[in-house]
Nanobody, 126 residues
Framework: QLQLVESGGGLVQPGGSLRLSCAAS????????IGWFRQAPGKEREGVSC????????KYADSVKGRFTISRDNAKNTVYLQMNSLKPEDTAIYYC???????????????????WGQGTQVTVSS
């Protein structure tokens, strides 16, 4: 069974950091670019970041550029999202997704996704 499982979410104070993980089972991630999306209450799901299948290409939404870093370890079949300098507006459910392409030329869109994870909650609040 193909599955993506996110972990690492939680409650953090503004200015804090979290590292999200996205682990795959049932398939190997190295054939896919992987994207991170987020969905805040009452808002549409939006692309946050993307990393190419080999890790050589990365893209970020302007809202997270300079604060978030995406990386991957294909040997562990896992992708990470390091989130620093978190703001209350970063509060959302974060989803990882396997894209239908290997190279990231932009932040992914919803129709780029082949497989979704179930999401992990990130709450930034004092």
């Amino acid at each position: 069974q193909l599955q993506l499982v996110e972990s690492g979410g939680g409650l953090v104070q503004p200015g804090g950091s979290l590292r999200l993980s996205c682990a795959a089972s049932g398939f190997t991630l190295d054939r896919y670019a992987i994207g991170w999306f987020r969905q805040a209450p009452g808002k549409e799901r939006e692309g946050v970041s993307c990393i190419g299948s080999s890790g050589g290409s990365t893209k970020y939404a302007d809202s997270v550029k300079g604060r978030f870093t995406i990386s991957r370890d294909n040997a562990k079949n896992t992708v990470y999202l390091q989130m620093n300098s978190l703001k209350p507006e970063d509060t959302a459910i974060y989803y990882c997704a396997a894209a239908r392409f290997r190279l990231c030329v932009r932040v992914p869109r919803l129709d780029d996704v082949a497989y979704w994870g179930q999401g992990t909650q990130v709450t930034v609040s004092s």
